[in-house]
């Protein structure tokens, strides 16, 4: 069964139907009477999710109103979800290693201290995004961190959602184990609010090329016509003769083209503009589902240390996909690498956010001052 067909057949078993798989790709639907309700749906029903269509089978896709229906019969549910997995937990073999491949700092060093088994709770958040200029982009963006220090799982998060899928949830951690907090509200909503826009252009990246692409076309089009209008009235103009004394009727005509290539103006201004409102974008990115993952990881800790100062840190390395997670980029919170340890408060940093002030040049922790440069404040 496709992904589709799989989801509606157990979400309608799980509303009272009565659900047989039919060929192609269909579904035949036996509702109880408040399914038929909210679904609008006859007592019997075929419905069809591949190219070809079962007999008599409504069709059931991404782009069909069935993604509302399906909303309405969801309503709040599967919104959130704790998954709280017990898998094995081996030691790595060369922790060193690991690090060395895993943290990469630009102008700081760093001593492994030990590796310790823990658990932790990784934070999943899903978004969709809608992008509309000329044309339309959807998708979905997914981000995940860990509670315990903030890092980014973007390396391991595909593969950790896939071999998580395989678990059982427990009701509750195994007694005795400790977990990081959640989050305050006010610090999520600031790591997202600097860390979505910089994902979501990059993930839309082909998607502006294109645009940008077609808006230069369509300006070049726009100049070159004009262009050659106006070239033409200049000409006319010329052909009257410089400097003679014009007749009557050559002073109307003279008239006629020095209008003529105002209008031409005003109207290449106007259609420059039109493009403007044609290309301009608009983003929106919607909260769809959030999945808190709790499971057991080896806490390697270490010492940063930078010129005379020196900082603890941890990072998780996980069981399941054998991976170390990212030290985060404790401004921007990006998926890139790599670090640098600021002076002020040894705060791990991408180059970006501890790069020169747009002002005055120098260079400074984003971490540190994040409204405005410590030296000029501005920016
Ligand atoms: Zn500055
Ligand atoms: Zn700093």
Request: include cysteine.
């Amino acid at each position: 069964m496709n992904p589709l067909q799989q989801f509606v057949a157990e979400l309608l078993e799980q509303e009272g139907a009565v659900v047989e798989p039919i060929e192609p790709e269909g579904l035949e639907v036996l509702a109880p009477a408040s399914l038929q309700q909210s679904l609008r749906l006859p007592e019997l029903a075929r419905l069809g999710f591949g190219a070809e269509l079962p007999a008599d089978a409504q069709r059931v896709s991404l782009e069909s109103d069935w993604m509302e229906r399906l909303a309405g019969l969801l309503e709040e549910r599967g919104r959130w979800l704790e998954w709280i997995v017990a898998v094995d937990n081996p030691a790595p073999s060369s922790p060193e290693r690991i690090l060395q491949h895993g943290l990469e700092l630009l102008n700081a060093t760093y001593r492994l201290q030990g590796v310790e088994p823990a658990w932790t709770r990784y934070l999943i958040l899903r978004f969709r995004y809608a992008a509309v200029s000329d044309e339309k982009r959807d998708g979905i963006l997914e981000l995940g961190f860990n509670l315990a220090n903030a890092a980014t799982i973007d390396e391991m998060l595909a593969d950790l959602l896939n071999s998580v899928e395989e678990f059982g949830s427990l009701p509750t951690p195994p007694a005795g184990v400790a977990l990081p907090p959640l989050w305050e509200r006010r610090r999520l909503d600031t790591i997202l609010e600097r860390t979505l826009p910089l994902r979501i252009r990059h993930q839309l990246e082909p998607f502006f090329k294109g645009m940008y692409r077609r808006q230069e076309r369509d300006l070049k089009r726009l100049y070159d016509y004009h262009n050659d209008l106006r070239r033409e009235a200049l000409e006319r103009l010329g052909n009257l003769g410089a400097g003679r004394e014009l007749s009557d009727r050559q002073k109307v005509e003279q008239e006629r083209q020095q209008l003529r290539l105002e209008a031409i103006a005003r109207e290449y201004q106007a259609k420059v503009n039109d493009l403007r409102q044609k290309y301009a974008m608009k983003v929106t990115l919607e909260w769809i589902q959030t999945l808190e993952l709790v499971m057991p990881v080896q806490r390697l800790e270490g010492l940063i240390k930078r010129r005379k100062g020196e900082r603890p840190f941890t990072l998780d390395w996980n069981p399941l996909t054998r991976k170390l997670e990212q030290a985060p980029c404790e401004y921007s919170y990006t998926w890139e690498r790599p670090r640098e340890v600021c002076d002020e408060a040894l705060h791990l940093v991408s180059p970006a956010a501890h790069g020169p002030c747009p002002s005055c040049g120098k260079a400074y922790c984003r971490a540190c001052h994040p409204q405005k440069c410590p030296r000029c404040q501005r920016c």
